[in-house]
Structures are given as C-alpha cells and as structure tokens.
C-alpha cells in the first residue's frame, strides 16, 4: 500500500490570517476556505498542502514538527520574513548555519543556507 503527503495541519488562533501569512511567505495560494480549515497549496493541483484549523488555545511549547526553509539569499529571506511579521527565536540551536524564526502565532521554522552546487 501507497501512501502520498496530503497535508500538514497548522492548529491557529486566526487560521484565515496565518494561512495568507504562510501563502505569502511560501508563494502559495489559498485554494479552500471554510470557516473552519484554510488550505494553501504551491497550486490548485500540487501537494502537499498546509492546512490551518482553529484552535482556542495559544501555543506554549517549541514545536515537535516544522517547516525548513531553503531560499537562493538566506539572508534576503530572514530580512523579506521577518518584514513581513515573522521574528527571531532561540530555540537552543547555538552557531547553527540555519536560522530560526517563528511565523506570527509563534510557530518555529527555520531558513538554511543556500544549497551548495
């Protein structure tokens, strides 16, 4: 049996905005909303998608799954991210060659180094 990446699911205070913070940071679009899931996907017919459902409590720990971030300028990219909302955090990662950012909700993510050819 086969199994194909369908989505990871974001829980969110405010899917709808969170969902059009990562479409943006991502180049994504929105290709359902409801009111109670928002998925962005790089198209209507690519995979996976990011989903982000509502949730009522607010994050209180460093995430056990999250986003890598591979951009052509690492530093281009922390500065376009963190001018668009997202913010600098330690999550204990030291002198690492990756950067870790949290998106608005808190949510860690990090952008590596340019891929060496």
């Known amino acids: 049996m086969t199994n194909v990446w369908e989505s990871l699911t974001v829980?969110?205070?405010?899917?709808?905005r969170l969902a059009r913070w990562w479409a943006e940071a991502l180049g994504y679009q929105i290709v359902?909303?409801?009111?109670?899931?928002?998925?962005?996907?790089?198209?209507?017919?690519r995979l996976p998608?990011?989903?982000?459902?509502?949730?009522?409590?607010?994050k209180t720990a460093k995430n056990r799954l999250h986003l890598d971030l591979r951009p052509e300028s690492q530093e281009a990219e922390?500065?376009?991210?963190?001018?668009?909302?997202a913010r600098h955090v330690d999550v204990g990662q030291g002198g690492a060659e990756w950067v870790v950012l949290?998106?608005?909700?808190?949510n860690e993510f990090c952008v590596l180094?340019?891929?060496e050819e």
């Open 32 to 45: 359902a909303e409801r009111a109670d899931e928002v998925e962005i996907r790089p198209a209507p017919d």
């Open 102 to 106: 949290a998106d608005p909700e808190g």
């Open 11 to 16: 829980d969110a205070r405010d899917p709808a």
């Open 78 to 85: 922390v500065e376009r991210l963190v001018d668009m909302g």
């Open 113 to 115: 180094r340019e891929r």
């Open 49 to 58: 998608g990011l989903v982000f459902v509502p949730v009522t409590d607010a």
